[in-house]
């Protein structure tokens, strides 16, 4: 019962969002797909991209994953701060000692319907596995450098090797226990994450996932009114306005792309 209960208050948040969206159709509009997402901003909109974070909300139905698809999720993440049934948790036991076979299952449908697999918060077993698993490039929508920060959530160095050479992005994540151990994390720390990142994967497999709805934000960049700041100080570091682009959403939306392209 909990599993459909989990897939009921899915459904009811993507209406609820869906109301609101028709009621306020001069000013915002739903983007199912990149271009969607440009045409928007051109037509002076704000776009809203949908995504789910964990996978509890298929509840035991892989054919869900169409369902949330056709609503305009453009990517999932696998699981939360807990083993469920797709697979292991950064923060679980290891009780599949990774995918699970649904969960395998659910990455072929998601591959199918063109969604983007998030690996955020799984653990390492499932990174793994999941980018062997999965036919288009998988994404880590909001996680750090472990290299830098010992912490699970975040991604070792051979992480993000792999994760570029199968074509995916990881984006750092401004939350304060990712970034510094001992916490009081700053600009300066996401900064030193960013380039380190870069340094190890590429430019073009690096983004930027505040997580501001999550617990994010931090001194120097606390809330969407101040991400100027980073995009300041990334220039300042002599990263190119291609390379800010390319951060700022542009490689996230070049494997949205790819996927939605299957």
Not at 24 to 34: F, R
Not at 80 to 98: F, V
Request: with cysteine; charged share 25%; net charge negative.
């Amino acid at each position: 019962a909990s599993l459909d209960a989990a897939f009921t208050k899915a459904e009811c948040l993507l209406t609820e969002i869906e109301s609101m969206v028709a009621c306020n159709a001069s000013s915002v509009a739903i983007a199912y797909t990149p271009d969607d997402l440009y045409r928007v901003k051109r037509e002076g909109k704000r776009a809203l991209m949908l995504g789910i974070e964990n996978g509890y909300a298929l509840g035991d139905d892989a054919s869900r994953v169409e369902y949330f698809r056709r609503h305009g999720v453009v990517y999932m993440t696998l699981c939360h701060n807990g083993d469920n049934d797709l697979c292991d948790s950064a923060r679980g036991n290891q009780e599949h000692g990774g995918l699970s076979d649904f969960g395998r299952t659910v990455i072929a449908e998601m591959n199918r319907v063109g969604m983007m697999v998030d690996l955020s918060h799984a653990a390492e077993s499932s990174f793994y596995q999941a980018i062997e698993a999965s036919r288009t490039p998988i994404v880590c929508s909001h996680s750090s450098a472990r290299a830098l920060c010992d912490h699970p959530r975040n991604l070792t160095d051979d992480q993000l090797l792999a994760l570029a050479a199968s074509g995916g992005v990881a984006q750092v994540c401004l939350y304060d226990g990712f970034l510094r151990k001992e916490g009081g994390a700053t600009i300066d720390d996401a900064i030193r994450h960013i380039v380190h990142m870069v340094n190890i994967a590429g430019i073009d497999h690096v983004g930027i996932g505040t997580d501001f709805d999550g617990d994010g934000g931090i001194i120097g960049c606390a809330d969407a009114s101040e991400v100027i700041n980073l995009t300041r100080r990334l220039a300042a570091e002599g990263f190119t306005e291609a390379d800010i682009e390319k951060l700022w959403g542009g490689n996230f939306l070049r494997v949205m792309r790819e996927v939605q392209n299957g």
